[in-house]
């Protein structure tokens, strides 16, 4: 975290329920960071899919939505 203060990509803020802790909030500049992050894993995602067939990308979508649900009931179990 300290690291992203200092580069100008996330601001601390004083919680204001409990001033002991400290909120974070992506800066401008982190939001544009994050938003060429987002764009640059798209279209590294659309170029490594290219070649499967919709129907191979669509099977893929269900079951990474299944894994994500598994996951979330997995974690609400522990």
Same mark, same amino acid.
């Not at 990474?64 to 997995?74: C, K, Q, S, T, Y």
């Given at each position: 975290?300290?690291?992203?203060d200092e580069a ?9 329920g409990d001033k ?11 939001? *544009? !960071? &994050?938003? @060429?992050?987002?764009?640059? =894993?798209? #279209? ?5 899919? /290219? %070649?499967? +067939?919709d129907d191979d *990308? !669509? &099977?893929? @979508?269900?079951?990474?939505? =299944?894994? #994500? ?5 997995? /974690? %609400?179990? +522990?």
């Amino acid at each position: 975290v300290k690291s992203l203060d200092e580069a100008g990509l996330v601001v601390r803020r004083a919680d204001p329920g409990d001033k002991r802790a400290t909120t974070l909030e992506l800066s401008p500049a982190g939001a *544009r !960071v &994050l938003a @060429a992050l987002q764009d640059a =894993r798209r #279209a590294a995602l659309a170029e490594l899919l /290219s %070649e499967w +067939s919709d129907d191979d *990308r !669509v &099977l893929l @979508a269900r079951l990474l939505d =299944r894994l #994500a649900l598994d996951i979330a009931r997995f /974690s %609400e179990d +522990s």
